[in-house]
Each structure stands twice: as C-alpha cells, then as structure tokens.
C-alpha cells in the first residue's frame, strides 16, 4: 500500500521568502506524484505533477518540485512567496497500475506581509 | 467548460434527516471520485467510479451512505438517517483516466452540518 507523509502541517512566512513544502512518499511500486493546493472555501485545484522525465517539475505560478527517488520524497517550493500563496497544499501519489490517489494530510501555508 | 458542478453549495439538516448531494463531472470524463475532507480526518475518498460503474467503496463509512452514477453526467451520494459526525465538506472530482493516474478535477464541495 502507498502512503503520503507531509512533515509540516503548518508553515507561517513572510512575503518574498522562500519556502519549502516537504512530502515523503511509500511505495513498493512506481508512482506519480502531485502537489495540490486549495484555497480558503474552494476545492482542491492541480499544481503540478510528476509522472515520468525531468525529476524537477513546475507550475505556471513559480512553485516547483523535484522528483527524488532515492529519499522517497516531492518536496515542494518556492524562492519567492506572495500574500495570495496562502492556502492549503496536499501532496499525493497514486500507482503505475491506478487505483486510489492518495493524500497527504495538508500543509497550510501561511504567508504574511 | 463549467467544470465540476455540486448541489447544494450548503446543506444543514437535523440528525436522522435524509441528505442527498448532487454531482456532475466534466463532459467526457470517465471516471468520477467522492472525497469527504474534515479537520480530524483530512481527505478520505469515499468511493469511486469508472465509465459508471462502482470499482472502489472501501472508503464508505457505514450502509448510511450510498452512491450512484446512473449516467456519464449525474452522480449522487445519499447519506441516510444522518448523524452529526457526517458534517463535513464533500468533494467530487472527474478525471480521463481510470483511478485518476491523470490530474482529477475537483468541484466546490458541499459544506454539510447536521444538527
């Protein structure tokens, strides 16, 4: 079976930071990876995804994440957060073969002026 | 496209009562997921669907709660008698792919009280 682990459940910054996001994955088989995030009242909306290729993968938004196979891990960031960044992220990873997309228990971003 | 479409937005009933929440997933979707996400728990899915037909409802609390997907464009999930416990916003989300290995497009959720 496949799990997520988000080592942070909240993380508070000042604007023009950096941040990272960290997410830990296990699985016995290959995985895709995704980084969701969903704002105050809204639904989850897709930020980026790993499926296979370049380990290092980006959004339109300047956030990115690498790919690291060997620790087992998507970690999320950005060099420089905005104020309209705050939100809840999810990390989540589903098999090869399909099945369930599991989540991660959620990181709230916090950035602040 | 409109996306993911959800009915009602809010929905507060009395323990006991009937609650029926409404889904429509993107036009041409084949596979359709509900979540139930609440403070304690995060995000579970609750089950899923593939071209209609019910592949995974392990994550379905208890026989309260039922759903279907009579055609591509209409899902429900019912939840009968209701017990304050199931407060909580539930998600819909349609992907191309079975199981969702491609991205899922979630709608607005519906924000659930029950008294």
């Known amino acids: 079976a496949q799990s997520v682990t988000q080592l942070d459940s909240q993380v508070p910054v000042f604007e023009e930071a950096p941040v990272e996001l960290r997410c830990n994955y296990s699985s016995s088989v290959s995985v895709y990876l995704f980084w969701y995030v969903q704002y105050p009242n809204q639904g989850l909306q897709l930020l980026l995804k790993?499926?296979?290729?370049?380990?290092l993968v980006e959004s339109i938004n300047g956030f990115e994440a690498e790919f690291n196979k060997s620790q087992t891990s998507f970690h999320l960031r950005k060099p420089s957060v905005h104020i309209s960044d705050t939100a809840e992220y999810f990390c989540a990873v589903i098999t090869n073969q399909g099945g369930k997309l599991i989540f991660g228990q959620g990181t709230e971003l916090s950035v602040k002026p | 496209d409109a996306g993911v479409i959800q009915s009602p937005r809010h929905e507060v009933t009395e323990m006991g009562q009937e609650v029926t929440l409404r889904c429509k997933p993107i036009?041409?979707?084949?596979?359709l997921f509900w979540y139930r996400q609440t403070m304690m728990r995060g995000l579970e899915l609750l089950i899923y669907?593939?071209?209609?037909?019910?592949?995974?409802d392990s994550g379905m609390p208890e026989d309260r709660f039922s759903a279907k997907m009579p055609n591509a464009s209409f899902s429900t999930l019912k939840i009968q008698p209701s017990e304050p416990r199931d407060s909580a916003v539930y998600f819909c989300?349609?992907?191309?792919?079975?199981?969702?290995?491609?991205?899922?497009?979630f709608g607005p959720g519906t924000r659930l009280t029950v008294t």
């Open positions: 036009s041409g979707h084949n596979s």
């Open positions: 669907f593939n071209n209609n037909v019910p592949i995974d």
């Open positions: 790993y499926l296979s290729g370049s380990t």
């Open positions: 989300a349609s992907s191309l792919a079975p199981g969702g290995i491609y991205e899922q497009y």
